[in-house]
């Protein structure tokens, strides 16, 4: 049995700074109502998930076995990935070392699974399948994602592809308006760098399904997952165009 919630609404895009901080609330609230959840950890309903080493492992391998001969086609892609390869694995070694604890996360906070009231007021998180052991990264990260990409996820037009700082800024003081109490300050120093983070976990994914042939993510159209992957990569680029500004902005607001 589920609770129904009347009067709701739910964004694919965003295009105001005011609807990316409820977004910020919204997130921010589900961690902090979670940060001293009592008992063991929760069960990982898929393993290794936001993973990025072992992401990039099995990128490797379709690469090396190529099973439908598009490696070839796309080289600049995979140049893109292996040349920030080092540099992603980042949150995890903070996590190995104890920098970081392991917490209760959404582990899926793409903008629409979050409603928002008749006045776009925060009301809730939906989707809790993937809800389990995570970094706050992860969720902060999926949410700039899909809040300040100025496209759809699968955008052709990379001219299209970018980083609304204005919706980072927004989103952020959102979520820290909740969890400035509850999360640490390397937790806090390197929110900045979540969004490059998940954004390439994502392109990762998408290129490695393009690569051994489609079977992971359902696709419209053969180009689909390259076509993903491409518009993921560009936004990682952006990203890091955008980076001191993202870095300045959550020093302020901590």
Known sequence: MYIFISNHRSYNLVDSPDKAFEGGKAIGRFQAMLSDMPGGPLFETIPSFHDIEKRLQTFNLKINEDPVGRAGSVGREIDDVLQRAEEMKTILKFGKEGKIPLRITHNDTKFNNILLDENDNALCV?????????????????????????????EKDLSKVRLDINLFKAYAEGYLSETGDTINDVEKEYLSFAPKLITYTIGVRFLTDFIDGDHYFKIHHELHNIQRARAQL???KSMEE?????????????
Request: proline fraction near 2%; hydrophobic fraction near 35%.
């Open 242 to 254: 955008h980076y001191g500004e993202m870095q300045q902005i959550i020093n302020k607001l901590t």
């Open 234 to 236: 560009q936004l990682v």
């Open 126 to 154: 939906i989707d809790l399948d993937t809800v389990m052991p995570g970094y706050v990264h992860y969720d902060f990260g999926d949410s700039i994602r899909t809040v300040a990409n100025t496209a759809t996820e699968d």
